[in-house]
């Protein structure tokens, strides 16, 4: 993209940038300057829509979102808003069908380097905000993924959020990782070669 | 009454001429395009090593196999208009598709064959992007912000291989690459960008009642998941969480006005230095942290960052 003629005439000062373009230029420049105006109006309806919304938001919503979606610009921007909330954690038992057991944590704390790890915390860290009719799909596709990696006949789930420790109870001895911190949701057994 | 009417008018003319004037000089004043091609060597870095480590577990988020199926992912965005190659690579050619993937941002990074690298980078980023919706956070959506604002603009006409061929074939002749409307254009929407980035932040933080009574910060560095450095020593000082919370969002609101005022934004850009290496410290996010700072360092002076580029670069070290 070349806004309204990219190479500087010389001297050029901000004076003269508007001073005497020719109407090719003017014209450029009006497109340009209408698509600014209407990129940024879908950016900030974007973020808009997150959150109490008007219908004015909505409406733009609806006009942008293709446009948004397209280019990976439908964001919220609402990091640790509207406040942090606790993390959500899985737990796996991948039964082989010589009968051993795997078992681990989603996030392992031990991966390495640090980006990998916020990857995978970020697998059970969505299921927090993920919509109710995707979750079981979400949940069957995990653990069919589990199944191939350890070679499992079934995998059993378990969902927990961890609570952030109040300061007070830090104050008096609590630990972050306390299991009075932690609350626990079965989410059961899923075979292995189910569809 | 017509006096007044006049008055008004008149004010309304001086107002609609100073608006279009000021327009023109943000965004058509040429700079330098130093900077821009700097912020592509950042961005190109950042996006080498955030694809570098999606090769570590390649097959777990883009295999046949992966945590979300394909189907999965189609169903998810069923609503939605997005695109990835990534539907269209069959499971024996993953690895043929990460190369040449690797292969492309690794040109754009150097600013070679910028124009197309630059375009084939964005398409990457979006489509890697849109195969791993459950691994996604504000790192991907900052880098795809400055990716395409990159791909819009001048990327590899300073600080790149295109330009030292470009000045190869004029015999080595190496003159100053020339102030450009383009490059300017391009640093702007990344201002602007930024500038709705921390608004949005600041402004969604108001709807929690943590950030109000000063406990969110607590809950952030207290949170064991994120934690890198152990931080509850700050349950003994509790107004200093207060504090920091209040700082946060103040930093974030106030972020897009006081950054145009030229004396403040040196404060402005190190206060989101300060802050953005204490969220890679205490809470392990390195990347998203170096990522914004990428953004910001779009506030920096053209000119004097082309200076010090020449400088370092020159043969005789700016002598």
């Known amino acids: 993209m070349n806004p309204a003629g990219s190479e500087a005439p010389p001297q050029h000062s901000p004076q003269s940038a508007g001073a005497g373009p020719n109407l090719r230029v003017r014209l450029l420049r009006w497109c340009i300057n209408l698509w600014v105006v209407l990129h940024f109006s879908a950016i900030l309806a974007a973020a808009g829509i997150i959150g109490p919304t008007p219908g004015y938001v909505v409406a733009a919503w609806d006009l942008f979102h293709p446009y948004l979606d397209a280019l990976f610009l439908n964001h919220g921007y609402a990091f640790f808003a509207p406040e942090p909330s606790p993390s959500m954690l899985m737990d796996f038992a991948a039964t082989r069908p010589d009968g051993s057991l795997v078992q681990g944590r989603i996030p392992d704390p031990r991966v390495r380097p640090g980006l990998l790890y916020q990857r995978t915390l970020l697998l059970t860290e969505h299921i927090g905000v993920l919509p109710d009719e995707f979750r079981e799909d979400w949940y069957r596709s995990y653990a069919r993924h589990l199944c191939r990696k350890y070679g499992a006949s079934k995998v059993h789930l378990t969902l927990l959020t961890h609570f952030p420790m109040p300061m007070e109870m830090v104050r008096n001895g609590g630990k972050l990782d306390s299991p009075r911190s932690y609350r626990k949701l079965d989410l059961g057994e899923y075979a292995c070669d189910e569809p | ?319």
């Open chain 2, 1 to 319: 009454m017509r006096r007044a009417l006049g008055q008004v008018s008149r004010y309304l003319a001086n107002l609609a001429r100073a608006s279009a004037r000021g327009w023109n000089s943000f965004w058509y004043t040429p700079v330098d395009p130093s900077l821009l091609g700097l912020i592509r060597i950042l961005t190109g870095v950042m996006l080498l090593y955030n694809h570098a480590i999606w090769g570590m577990v390649l097959k777990d988020f883009f295999g046949p196999d992966s945590w979300l199926s394909q189907d999965l992912v189609a169903q998810l965005f069923r609503s939605q208009y997005v695109y990835s190659f990534w539907q269209l690579v069959p499971a024996r050619w993953v690895w043929l598709a990460y190369a040449l993937s690797m292969t492309i941002l690794f040109w754009f990074t150097i600013g070679l064959w910028t124009r197309i690298s630059s375009i084939l980078s964005l398409a990457i980023v979006i489509s890697f992007a849109h195969r791993v919706p459950e691994a996604l956070f504000g790192l991907d959506k900052v880098i795809g912000m400055l990716t395409l604002y990159l791909a819009i603009g001048p990327s590899g006409r300073a600080v790149s291989v295109d330009s030292w061929l470009a000045s190869r074939r004029r015999a080595g002749d190496r003159q100053p690459t020339p102030p450009s409307v383009a490059a300017n254009f391009t640093l702007r929407l990344i201002n602007i960008h930024m500038c709705i980035i921390y608004l949005v932040a600041g402004l969604s933080k108001l709807q929690g009642t943590a950030w109000w009574n000063g406990q969110a910060m607590w809950m952030v560095l207290g949170n064991l998941e994120y934690q890198s450095i152990d931080m509850t020593w700050l349950a003994w000082h509790p107004w200093l969480i207060e504090l920091l919370s209040h700082f946060t969002l103040f930093w974030e609101l106030s972020f897009c006005v006081l950054i145009w005022v030229p004396i403040l934004r040196p404060l402005v850009l190190f206060e989101s230095l300060v802050l953005h290496l204490a969220i890679g410290a205490c809470m392990g996010l390195w990347t998203f942290s170096l990522v914004m700072l990428i953004g910001c360092a779009s506030f920096l002076p053209p000119d004097g960052v082309a200076r010090l580029i020449t400088r370092l670069t020159s043969p005789r070290g700016g002598a």
